[in-house]
Protein backbone atom coordinates (compact mmCIF):
# COMPACT_ATOMS: atom_id res chain seq x y z
CA UNK A 1 0.00 0.00 0.00
CA UNK A 2 3.00 2.58 0.64
CA UNK A 3 4.58 1.30 -2.57
CA UNK A 4 1.77 2.45 -4.23
CA UNK A 5 1.04 5.49 -2.59
CA UNK A 6 4.42 6.94 -3.37
CA UNK A 7 4.94 5.54 -6.66
CA UNK A 8 1.51 7.30 -8.02
CA UNK A 9 2.45 10.51 -5.89
CA UNK A 10 6.00 10.34 -7.69
CA UNK A 11 4.65 10.20 -10.97
CA UNK A 12 1.40 12.06 -10.31
CA UNK A 13 4.10 15.46 -9.02
CA UNK A 14 6.08 15.15 -11.60
CA UNK A 15 3.31 15.28 -14.32
CA UNK A 16 1.62 18.12 -12.72
CA UNK A 17 4.95 20.02 -12.52
CA UNK A 18 5.75 19.62 -16.11
CA UNK A 19 2.63 20.06 -17.23
CA UNK A 20 1.71 23.32 -15.24
CA UNK A 21 4.79 25.38 -16.49
CA UNK A 22 4.53 24.25 -19.77
CA UNK A 23 1.08 25.68 -19.98
CA UNK A 24 2.19 28.23 -17.42
CA UNK A 25 5.17 29.32 -19.37
CA UNK A 26 2.88 29.19 -22.63
CA UNK A 27 0.71 31.82 -20.92
CA UNK A 28 2.67 33.61 -18.97
CA UNK A 29 5.04 34.65 -22.36
CA UNK A 30 2.28 34.56 -24.97
CA UNK A 31 -0.17 36.24 -22.37
CA UNK A 32 2.42 39.34 -21.82
CA UNK A 33 3.23 39.14 -25.58
CA UNK A 34 -0.44 38.99 -27.14
CA UNK A 35 -1.94 41.42 -24.55
CA UNK A 36 -1.66 44.82 -24.07
CA UNK A 37 -3.52 45.51 -20.41
CA UNK A 38 -3.22 43.17 -17.43
CA UNK A 39 -7.10 42.43 -17.50
CA UNK A 40 -6.46 40.87 -20.93
CA UNK A 41 -3.19 38.94 -19.43
CA UNK A 42 -5.81 37.96 -16.69
CA UNK A 43 -8.00 36.54 -19.35
CA UNK A 44 -5.70 34.90 -21.31
CA UNK A 45 -3.84 32.62 -18.63
CA UNK A 46 -6.56 32.01 -16.90
CA UNK A 47 -8.49 30.16 -20.40
CA UNK A 48 -5.11 29.20 -21.03
CA UNK A 49 -4.86 26.60 -17.74
CA UNK A 50 -7.80 24.39 -19.86
CA UNK A 51 -5.07 22.44 -22.16
CA UNK A 52 -4.22 20.83 -18.84
CA UNK A 53 -7.42 18.33 -19.20
CA UNK A 54 -5.36 17.07 -21.94
CA UNK A 55 -1.97 17.68 -21.24
CA UNK A 56 -2.02 15.53 -17.62
CA UNK A 57 -3.40 12.87 -18.91
CA UNK A 58 -0.97 12.55 -22.06
CA UNK A 59 2.40 13.33 -19.23
CA UNK A 60 1.08 10.52 -17.53
CA UNK A 61 0.22 7.86 -19.51
CA UNK A 62 4.02 8.80 -21.42
CA UNK A 63 5.56 8.46 -17.79
CA UNK A 64 3.85 4.85 -17.20
CA UNK A 65 4.67 3.48 -20.21
CA UNK A 66 7.84 5.28 -21.72
CA UNK A 67 9.63 6.73 -18.60
CA UNK A 68 12.83 4.72 -17.70
CA UNK A 69 12.79 5.53 -14.16
CA UNK A 70 9.48 4.03 -13.87
CA UNK A 71 10.88 0.96 -14.60
CA UNK A 72 11.41 -0.64 -11.16
CA UNK A 73 7.78 0.42 -10.27
CA UNK A 74 6.54 -1.49 -13.58
CA UNK A 75 5.34 -4.04 -11.45
CA UNK A 76 3.18 -2.37 -9.09
CA UNK A 77 1.84 -0.31 -11.94
CA UNK A 78 1.01 -3.23 -13.47
CA UNK A 79 -0.65 -4.67 -10.54
CA UNK A 80 -2.99 -2.00 -9.58
CA UNK A 81 -2.71 0.53 -12.57
CA UNK A 82 -6.19 2.20 -11.26
CA UNK A 83 -5.07 2.75 -7.91
CA UNK A 84 -2.15 4.58 -9.28
CA UNK A 85 -4.00 6.67 -11.88
CA UNK A 86 -5.92 8.04 -9.22
CA UNK A 87 -3.74 8.23 -6.74
CA UNK A 88 -1.14 10.26 -9.72
CA UNK A 89 -4.37 12.36 -10.66
CA UNK A 90 -4.59 13.94 -7.20
CA UNK A 91 -0.98 15.02 -7.24
CA UNK A 92 -0.52 15.81 -10.65
CA UNK A 93 -4.07 18.29 -10.05
CA UNK A 94 -2.33 19.80 -7.34
CA UNK A 95 1.47 20.92 -8.93
CA UNK A 96 -0.52 21.06 -12.10
CA UNK A 97 -2.34 24.43 -10.07
CA UNK A 98 0.83 25.38 -8.33
CA UNK A 99 2.98 25.30 -10.93
CA UNK A 100 0.90 26.98 -13.40
CA UNK A 101 0.44 29.74 -11.13
CA UNK A 102 4.16 30.35 -10.60
CA UNK A 103 5.17 31.75 -13.99
CA UNK A 104 1.55 33.67 -14.70
CA UNK A 105 2.65 35.31 -11.39
CA UNK A 106 5.69 35.90 -12.40
CA UNK A 107 5.47 37.32 -16.08
CA UNK A 108 3.93 40.56 -15.17
CA UNK A 109 6.84 41.88 -12.87
CA UNK A 110 9.46 40.32 -15.70
CA UNK A 111 7.53 42.20 -18.27
CA UNK A 112 7.05 45.09 -16.51
CA UNK A 113 3.28 45.40 -16.56
CA UNK A 114 2.12 47.33 -13.73
CA UNK A 115 2.92 44.47 -11.42
CA UNK A 116 5.21 44.81 -8.66
CA UNK A 117 6.17 42.79 -5.03
CA UNK A 118 4.45 44.87 -3.31
CA UNK A 119 1.12 44.67 -5.53
CA UNK A 120 1.46 41.13 -6.56
CA UNK A 121 -1.32 39.66 -4.25
CA UNK A 122 -4.17 41.43 -5.75
CA UNK A 123 -2.79 40.13 -9.00
CA UNK A 124 -2.38 36.43 -7.94
CA UNK A 125 -5.69 36.84 -6.29
CA UNK A 126 -7.61 37.85 -9.58
CA UNK A 127 -5.72 34.83 -11.60
CA UNK A 128 -6.45 32.23 -8.55
CA UNK A 129 -9.98 33.14 -9.09
CA UNK A 130 -10.62 33.10 -12.59
CA UNK A 131 -8.86 29.40 -12.27
CA UNK A 132 -10.30 27.91 -9.22
CA UNK A 133 -13.29 26.79 -8.45
CA UNK A 134 -14.55 25.96 -12.13
CA UNK A 135 -11.76 25.55 -14.57
CA UNK A 136 -9.73 23.43 -11.91
CA UNK A 137 -12.73 21.24 -11.66
CA UNK A 138 -13.44 21.12 -15.69
CA UNK A 139 -9.34 20.34 -15.51
CA UNK A 140 -9.92 17.93 -12.77
CA UNK A 141 -12.96 15.67 -14.26
CA UNK A 142 -11.59 15.52 -18.10
CA UNK A 143 -8.00 14.38 -16.44
CA UNK A 144 -9.18 12.09 -13.93
CA UNK A 145 -10.80 10.79 -17.24
CA UNK A 146 -7.70 10.44 -19.34
CA UNK A 147 -5.87 9.35 -16.17
CA UNK A 148 -7.86 6.19 -15.93
CA UNK A 149 -8.16 5.64 -19.86
CA UNK A 150 -4.12 5.93 -19.67
CA UNK A 151 -3.93 3.63 -16.96
CA UNK A 152 -6.72 0.94 -18.85
CA UNK A 153 -4.13 1.44 -21.95
CA UNK A 154 -1.40 0.51 -19.80
CA UNK A 155 -3.18 -2.45 -18.27
CA UNK A 156 -4.03 -3.85 -21.61
CA UNK A 157 -0.56 -3.19 -23.01
CA UNK A 158 1.38 -4.95 -20.54
CA UNK A 159 -1.73 -7.66 -19.17
Known sequence: MIRELRVGIRIGAAV?????????????????????SLLGLAAFAVNAYLPLVVILPGFFYLNLRYNPDTER????????????????WVAALAAGL?????PVTMAPIVFNRGVTFETVTPWYQMVFDGVFPWR???VGIGALVGFWLAAGRVEKQDG
Not at 16 to 36: E, K, Q
Not at 73 to 88: E, K
Not at 98 to 102: R, S
Open 73 to 88: DRPVIRAVPYWIALIG
Open 98 to 102: VFFMM
Open 136 to 138: TAV
Open 16 to 36: GAAGGLLVGLYAALVGSLATD
